[in-house]
């Protein structure tokens, strides 16, 4: 059928897909990490000292281990405090 289907051409397609896929319209910021786990934890500490969940709506939005033992996480917050 005329489904391309080596590495490079998939990737191009995802990048493709990617790039048409809505922005998000909410008015949180998104920031994703992948850390080693103790350095994950870091992470989100620091960021709820940085932006305490209180004023920022600080959360942790969605979280996994990678194969390789890394954790992936999305932290979700407020540009700004009122």
């Not at 998939?10 to 998104?30: G, I, Q, S, V, Y």
């Amino acid at each position: 059928m005329g489904v391309k289907r080596i590495p490079a051409e998939l990737a191009e397609r995802a990048a493709k897909a990617l790039r048409r896929r809505p922005a998000r319209t909410d008015a949180f910021r998104h920031e994703t990490f992948a850390l080693p786990r103790e350095e994950a934890r870091v992470k989100a500490r620091e960021m709820f000292r940085l932006y305490p969940k209180p004023a920022y709506m600080t959360e942790i939005e969605s979280w996994r281990e990678l194969p390789d033992g890394r954790i992936e996480f999305t932290m979700r917050r407020l540009p700004t405090a009122d």
